[in-house]
């Protein structure tokens, strides 16, 4: 079951990241200042979720059970809702 949160995770919350959040960030000067802190912020939301899909193409012999996928979606669209209000209220969440 820790394959399918990681793998449902990164599927959420690299695409926020990238369609939401990066337009943003990657203008900012405290950002293009930094370029390891930028690094970081592209390899932490670009090679995990090609990892996994990679797993789970290639190599996953364990199937995804259907039935785990709600509970997982919540938790994941739960984790981006509060850490997108928390953003929003009292700045970044990861600084």
């Known amino acids: 079951m820790l394959f399918e949160i990681a793998l449902l995770m990164e599927l959420i919350v690299a695409p926020y990241f990238w369609i939401l959040l990066w337009p943003a960030l990657h203008t900012q000067p405290n950002f293009t ?53 928390f953003a929003l209220t009292s700045g970044p969440v990861y600084p």
């Open 33 to 85: 200042e930094n370029k390891s802190h930028m690094l970081g912020l592209v390899l932490d939301h670009s090679v995990p979720v090609s990892l996994l899909l990679i797993d789970f193409i290639f190599f996953n012999a364990n199937p995804i059970v259907m039935r785990h996928l709600g509970i997982v979606g919540v938790v994941a669209i739960s984790y981006l809702v509060t850490n997108m209000t």
